[in-house]
């Protein structure tokens, strides 16, 4: 016989949790109906097909608006504020970025630009100036009569004390303007809440025809256990720090209601409403009632040898290949007038194995050996790089015609663009997979149900290139998918106790309703709360790149030669993994 693993780490317990006095766990509850109001869908609007237009050359920016983002750790319904510019270049010297919002160029017929001038609260995590005051350009479409108001100043924690402003200015026949996030709000115990965009929400589209799609990649990403922190020296560039609170502020108030959060108090005494009935526990939420149980158990995992290690359950790995092209997930965006707003867009999600053609440079060489510390110094990748779309991802009554990626299995034909903020849900069993077929690491695949992506579309003047800044992606999974997900990386039985361990885990800290629809707050928790912040770039992709990938396997033999083998036998007090050298 020989050993083949210690698999019992005190550093991943199972915690017994006080209902009363575990004040360090925060989540979700979720039983709203938030994600169901996601699901009106309204009629396209007449517009030209978008193979037959060109796509726009970079003019003016808007009555020389500009958006501000300000580099601040995120504490409450923070998203991420973090330099990237064009990916024609490496990235941004400077410490505070300046990034465009969406550029017209239409200019006949353009006339003064209206005032706006909001200022930001104090502690808001996005802060939004556009300075188009009397006497400004306002460079869009014909006809424009006033530039746009834009929106008032917003309040701190998030925005919910700001103050009033149109954020519909092309209902008044002007032009609209950028805005911050409009959905943190006040709860009717006076408490912040980092709240969540629903259909409801979208507003008559500017005028503008529709451009090419574009197709963007995530390049940087956080879910629980990092913060990101300026270079030294090059404030430019950002590294991810260790930071076990993290995840209580990434993600969005799903269930609309606070369970339990540290930012929410009446007299003295934590506001305690719940969605959902869970008799095992109370998990609690995150601040501004944030929901993201699955972030604070990948931040448990991140830490505890036996599964960050052996299995790359680390953000920092993801985060690099990304960086590098290794593997992530690509949006396509159609049917889109390229402004401010569009109550109509199309919103496609698709699985990526990476760049066609990797560069030279590695995070790891193998899993077993150290991931590369200076990662974040190599030059990202650039836009006309094509990336493989994976064939899993594509609907099979997708039109096979043209030249543009076919249609996803996981699409939004119903999302909108508001304030430049774009907002879509994806089809429940929606696919999250980070996959690693190209990697040392093998990456992670989740299920998601009622999920909601925003964020917020940013054009470069200079280059014409499109990014996404400041996203938040939040859902709910259900454990059995999750464990699946774990098993995926080999993680199976072989894993004896750390596996009985993260079974239990996944049990006990249930704090949502896996679908929308009206239910009692009796109804038992069936799902886990999940929240992502992040960013991306645009890449190149066409119908060329869709490529058949490996399909995931079940409890296949993990990546790391030192995690135990399958088909070893547990010892009888599930730490250690033996295999008979015959089973060698």
Known sequence: MRNVGNVGDPRFPLRETSVANDDEYASLDSTSCVADSMGVRLAKKARGSPQHEERRTPGLVKGGRQIFFRKKPMIKNRLLSVSYAAPLVALVAAACSVFQPPVSHDTSGAKTGGSSNGSGGADGGVHVTTNGGAGGTAQHEAGAETGGKGMGGSGGSGGGGGGSASLDASTEGGVSGPTGPWWPHKTADGCESAGMPTANDRVKSDPGATISPIYLAMNRFRIGAVDESPVPNNPGLTYLTPDPNAWKSIGMDIDGVCTRSATCEVNDKLVDDRACANSQTVPFDGNDCIDNSIGNIFNIAATAPSIGKWFGLSENDWNCEMWRGGFSNVFKISNYNGQYNDDSVTLDLYTSTGLQTLPQWSCRTTIDQPLATDWYTHAPWIQKEHWIISQDSISLSADPEGTEVPDSKWQDPAAYVRGGWLVAQFPDASWLWFDGERTPVPGFREIIHRGVVAFQLVQDPQSGLWSMQNGTLAFVATPNEMLEGFSQLGFCANM???????????????????????????????????????????????????????????????????APRQGCTCSSDGSTCTLADAGK
């Open 496 to 562: 004896c106790g750390t596996f009985a361990t993260v079974k239990d885990y996944l049990n006990t800290y249930q704090d949502s309703l896996s679908t929308s629809s009206p239910a009692p707050n009796t109804t038992a928790c069936n799902a886990l709360s999940y929240g992502m912040v992040f960013r991306g770039a645009q890449i190149s992709a066409d119908a060329s790149d869709v490529t058949q990938t490996q399909p995931f396997t079940t409890c296949p033999q993990p990546r790391h030669p030192d």
